[in-house]
């Protein structure tokens, strides 16, 4: 068994037999995570979306298409990078679900070394996708230590607000905003204005 930390995982989604060996012979070769499954169905209904993983799968295939598992992960609002199998007569769909958010498709017969430089890509997406959705738990976390007049507070200094202007807006003293100002600076572990606004800025722009 390797000793190498395993890369990331590899959804394979096929309703053919030999392509989902080719394909896990393949990538676990070149260690990847690989978890195959024979439908969209059993696949969604053991997908972990807290993993770090891609998708390869088939355009078509008996039950729910894969156009139909796109359109499934979107609604679960899934960041999960996919790339579709496609056969020749079938480009035309995989252009659309490009424009859905795909990030490539295959033409079988496929070449392997494309296949895993695209995997490669889709797991890089994955990483920071990850990183991003954690960064964003963890402000969300530190914001939701702040009481509802001390994010008043942190709203206005957002703003540019001086503590005077802050005071009038929120008929308090100015003691009042400097005691709010400092609480916030301690829950949100900021040194510096600049680490409050950072903190801040990130949780309005993923909004």
Request: hydrophobic share 45%; proline share 3%; charged share 30%.
């Amino acid at each position: 068994m390797s000793l190498i930390p395993k890369k990331g995982t590899v959804y394979v989604v096929d309703d053919d037999e030999a392509v989902r060996d080719s394909l896990q012979w393949l990538l676990e070769g070149k260690d990847y995570r690989v978890k195959c499954f024979d439908s969209a169905e059993s696949f969604l209904s053991r997908f972990d979306p807290r993993e770090v993983a891609c998708l390869i799968a088939d355009i078509r295939m008996d039950g729910m298409s894969g156009l139909e598992l796109q359109d499934r992960l979107l609604e679960r609002k899934s960041p999960l990078p996919i790339v579709f199998i496609t056969g020749h007569g079938d480009v035309p769909m995989a252009v659309s679900t490009m424009k859905k958010g795909a990030m490539d498709f295959i033409e079988k017969p496929f070449k392997e070394d494309e296949l895993v430089a695209l995997v490669e890509r889709m797991l890089d997406v994955a990483r920071q996708q990850f990183a991003q959705q954690q960064e964003a738990a963890s402000r969300d976390a530190l914001l939701s230590r702040l009481t509802t007049r001390e994010a008043q507070v942190l709203d206005r200094i957002v703003a540019g607000r001086l503590n005077k202007q802050i005071a009038d807006d929120l008929g308090i003293s100015i003691k009042t905003v400097e005691a709010h100002r400092a609480n916030i600076m301690e829950k949100l572990n900021a040194n510096t204005v600049a680490d409050l606004l950072k903190i801040a800025l990130g949780a309005q722009g993923k909004n």
